[in-house]
């Protein structure tokens, strides 16, 4: 296990034999939160740690916003997430590489209890997410879900998010960091878990590790976010085919969500048309599929949150699911049919 104190900051240095972190925090167009994101990282006691924010080409005040603070401060040009995160990784002088999102707060003991998350060959440890908006419906059903997906999701793991997680930066240069042709924040986490545990490294999760997040209020931005989850999805599934199923955390229902939302959409549009009862019977068997894949979910959101919220979740997820499907099909087209961008 790596040795980890409290302590308050921390320096560059390291002394007494605590591991120095580097907190690499990517930030595009981020000023409204970046702040609180930077103090909590900067709050951490765990003794030793250096903040690196990488502006991926912002044009509002993210820049300033980070100057304000003491932490390290590099501009690049808008590149995307994976490459923002991969410089920060290069300059970073810590022999554990940590990452959270300009809108994620991590809690005091973050980094503490990732940390203690490393065994001998671990070389990632990842935590989860707590809520910095619940007032907002469509924020405390995302959050909701995650944290159903969570409960049974430690110890030794297939995926970690990028946003509350540390590599060991040698394993982690020697995998070559996030493949930056993943130009936005989708699948890119995916992709560097499944190349740690294919040469050999052990991935680990610890639900003491927490991130307060500002999740998506919006249900058509939301929407269209998840589109490019979809099509983005399908490049991973390219370069992984053998992780196609679906891993620990997003399982098999998440793979057939969206291709069956769509035959269900397109069988209902299409029934007008057809005059036959086994259509009919197509029909309910394609619904009856679709609904028991969230139908845990269902139940324990509307058991936690009430029955109006169940309701809304299950909305939330169907046209989630639609707006995943038309992105996979884009992606099944670009990936798998033309064959690009998939070495």
Not at 225 to 234: C, F, I, P, S, V
Request: hydrophobic residues 40%; aromatic residues 10%.
């Amino acid at each position: 296990m790596i040795a980890a104190q409290g302590g308050g900051r921390g320096s560059c240095g390291e002394s007494g034999g605590i591991v120095l972190v580097s907190i690499i925090v990517p930030a595009y167009n981020a000023s409204k939160t970046l702040g609180e994101c930077i103090q909590a990282c900067l709050d951490q006691t765990h003794a030793s740690t250096e903040v690196i924010v990488i502006d991926d080409g912002s044009t509002d005040d993210t820049g300033a916003v980070a100057q304000s603070f003491p932490v390290s401060y590099i501009h690049q040009e808008n590149r995307g997430p994976a490459a923002a995160r991969n410089h920060g990784a290069r300059v970073a002088f810590g022999k554990i590489v940590a990452f959270t999102d300009a809108d994620c707060v991590p809690d005091p003991d973050w980094i503490e209890n990732l940390l203690r998350g490393f065994e001998e060959g671990t070389v990632a440890v990842g935590g989860t997410y707590g809520i910095r908006n619940e007032s907002r419906l469509l924020a405390r059903l995302v959050h909701e879900e995650i944290v159903l997906r969570h409960k049974n999701f430690s110890g030794t793991v297939d995926f970690l998010g990028s946003f509350n997680v540390a590599y060991q930066k040698e394993a982690f240069e020697k995998a070559g960091g996030f493949d930056e042709s993943f130009p936005i924040a989708s699948a890119e986490d995916n992709d560097l878990a499944y190349r740690l545990q294919d040469a050999g490294g052990e991935l680990r999760f610890t639900p003491d590790a927490r991130v307060a997040h500002y999740h998506p209020t919006k249900l058509w931005p939301y929407l269209r976010t998840q589109l490019q989850h979809g099509y983005w999805r399908m490049k991973l599934y390219a370069k992984h085919p053998r992780r196609s199923n679906g891993d620990r955390y997003a399982g098999l229902g998440d793979f057939l969500g969206p291709p069956l939302s769509l035959l269900l959409l397109a069988s209902l549009v299409a029934l007008p048309l057809i005059d036959q009862s086994y259509f009919i019977i197509a029909i309910v068997l394609f619904a009856l599929s679709y609904g028991a894949l969230t139908a845990k979910f269902d139940r324990n959101i509307a058991r936690r949150l009430g029955t109006v919220s169940g309701i809304a979740f299950r909305s939330m997820t169907i046209l989630r699911d639609l707006a995943r499907g038309i992105g996979l099909i884009g992606g099944v087209w670009t990936f798998f049919v033309m064959r690009k961008g998939t070495v």
